[in-house]
């Protein structure tokens, strides 16, 4: 699966073929793609193959008939496993009246706004290539936020995925809350992003793990970090959320009860496990925490399905 554009504005458009060789020497063909279209679309080679335990693969992308092809955030996904999407015009392609269709908006005062764009508008001069799946994309200003309805199948690990940039001036460093909200109103916070320096104004890929504990139907949100009336501006494409498979992990790292876990100011540490880690101390940034932690508690520094038990040895007395 991939990511693909063709350079080129021509009726035959551009061709990639691709094969890949297996640790023992054998190489299969994977087939070959034609796209007609400029804009960066979602693709994917169909044809399988088997690979063993452990085993290595060596992929190779050909060109062909003379045109520039553009690939990006290729991946190979296990048979029968492939994701599904529980956003619904995740990549903002279908449209109905000023926002995507399945979306509703939150606009704040000031100059607060929600933006449903395409690219070749005036806003790309600011936000340079604003889409990475189709056409259009979204930009929120100010305290703006853009939600919807997605139901979940079964309780489990999930995956949230989108693809992100700013416009960053001066000391400005935007970013957004992602939160999903059950019908019973608890709100969960399963992402948050916050840019720190000027090489967000390019695309990146944010993706952050986490537990849901039941299926059924959450309100989807991405909310914007900014106060009213401030413009620094978040633009994002291609949103997913996708169950994971969880079956494989460990229940929790082998680890010493005794150890000290220290998150500092602008990093963060994914708990990418199913269970609970017990540890001695736990700093995020400074601050000392005890009792049972978990990424939605702490998004700026956490994120993944797992969960902390700080238990500090002998009597400890936190004053805030």
């Known amino acids: 699966m991939f990511n693909y554009g063709n350079a080129w504005d021509t009726w035959d458009g551009a061709y990639v073929s691709a094969a890949v060789k297996l640790s023992d020497g054998t190489t299969v063909d994977l087939g070959t793609l034609n796209v007609l279209r400029q804009i960066p679309q979602r693709y994917c080679w169909t ?13 190779t992308l050909t060109g062909g008939n003379q045109r520039i092809a553009l690939v990006d955030d290729l991946e190979f ?38 933006l449903h764009l395409k690219h070749g508008e005036w806003y790309d001069q600011h936000y340079m290539k604003g889409y990475f799946e189709g056409l259009r994309y979204v930009k929120l200003t100010g305290t703006a936020a853009i939600s919807q309805s997605v139901t979940v199948p079964t309780a489990g690990v999930y995956r949230f995925r989108m693809h992100e940039h700013t416009r960053i001036t001066g000391s400005d460093k935007p970013g957004v809350k992602v939160t999903m909200t059950g019908t019973d109103g608890e709100v969960m916070t399963i992402c948050r992003i916050e840019q720190a320096d000027d090489m967000a104004q390019e695309m990146m890929r944010r993706e952050c793990y986490f537990r849901l504990p039941a299926a059924g139907v959450y309100t989807l949100t991405i909310a914007t970090l900014e106060e009213n009336g401030v413009d620094k501006s978040s633009v994002f494409d291609d949103i997913r959320l996708e169950r994971v498979d969880s079956s494989g992990e460990e229940a929790a790292p082998a680890m010493d009860a005794a150890t000290e876990l220290y998150v500092a100011e602008g990093a963060k540490m994914r708990l990418d496990y199913t269970g609970r880690l017990v ?42």
């Open 47 to 59: 044809n399988e193959f088997t690979l063993a335990a452990d085993g290595e693969i060596e992929l």
């Open 77 to 114: 996904v296990a048979s029968g496993l492939q994701p599904v999407n529980l956003v619904a015009n995740g990549n903002f392609e279908l449209v109905s009246g000023d926002m995507p269709t399945g979306w509703s908006k939150t606009v704040g005062s000031g100059s607060s706004s929600v």
């Open 279 to 320: 540890v001695e101390r736990l700093s995020l940034g400074g601050k000392r925490y005890c009792g049972v932690i978990r990424a939605a508690d702490f998004p700026g520094y956490l994120d993944g399905p797992g969960e902390i038990e700080v238990r500090p040895r002998g009597l400890t007395v936190i004053v805030r």
